[in-house]
């Protein structure tokens, strides 16, 4: 079966699952629960369409091939010198509690003969955040995606991220953030990459 296929047939599937289950349905319900009636007050009656939308946006999206597709600008070059491309922007949910994870990611690679469209670097990582996942995960996903599909000397992935079940919730830290890496190759081999790489970026986030 071809990527096009899986996609047509996985939009299909939530399709049909979205006509069988209306999220907004079972979000109205959790606001009557909650005891708000979108009935009586103006400013819940639009509520439950509106929260849908947002939820669909973070539809499931880990697909292998799908993502590596994102990076399908690769063009040949000689240009061996680290790349690197940040802020990017990361909005995600939390598969633990739905609530939002908002920050932002660093992506660098050494290229070794191949390199990609700088904004496929940042599609990678909107393709794999906006979700329900965890961020070890997203910064992971990105790693080895651009690992595999541009086979780079090294790949170096830093997101730093704001917690909505850190902040909102449980221990209500507001200036908690949460920051993960993920070094493959001479990132992970070689300590003066890897401290070139955290300079550029502590340099590009004081300015």
Not at 5 to 10: F, G, L, M, P
Request: net charge negative; aromatic share 6%.
């Amino acid at each position: 079966m071809s990527l096009d296929s899986d996609v047509e047939e996985y939009v299909r599937t939530r399709k049909e699952l979205l006509a069988s289950y209306p999220i907004e349905d079972h979000i109205d319900a959790i606001l009557r629960i909650l005891g708000y009636d979108p009935d009586d007050n103006p400013h819940f009656a639009k509520t439950p369409e509106r929260a849908a939308k947002v939820l669909e946006q973070f539809a499931a999206g880990s697909d292998r091939e799908e993502a590596g597709a994102l990076l399908q600008a690769v063009f040949d070059d000689e240009h061996d010198s680290m790349v690197i491309v940040g802020p990017i922007k990361v909005t995600s949910m939390c598969a633990h509690h739905m609530l939002p994870v908002t920050g932002e990611a660093w992506v660098g690679y050494i290229p070794d003969g191949k390199v990609c469209g700088l904004s496929k670097l940042a599609r990678v990582v909107h393709y794999y955040a906006q979700q329900l996942t965890v961020q070890e995960r997203v910064t992971q996903l990105v790693a080895t995606v651009l690992e595999e599909e541009l086979k780079p000397l090294g790949v170096m992935v830093v997101i730093d991220a704001e917690h909505g079940c850190m902040t909102l919730r449980g221990v209500m830290e507001p200036n908690a953030r949460t920051t993960t890496s993920a070094a493959r190759g001479a990132f992970l081999e070689d300590p003066a990459a890897r401290a070139e790489f955290m300079a550029l970026r502590a340099d590009r986030r004081n300015k």
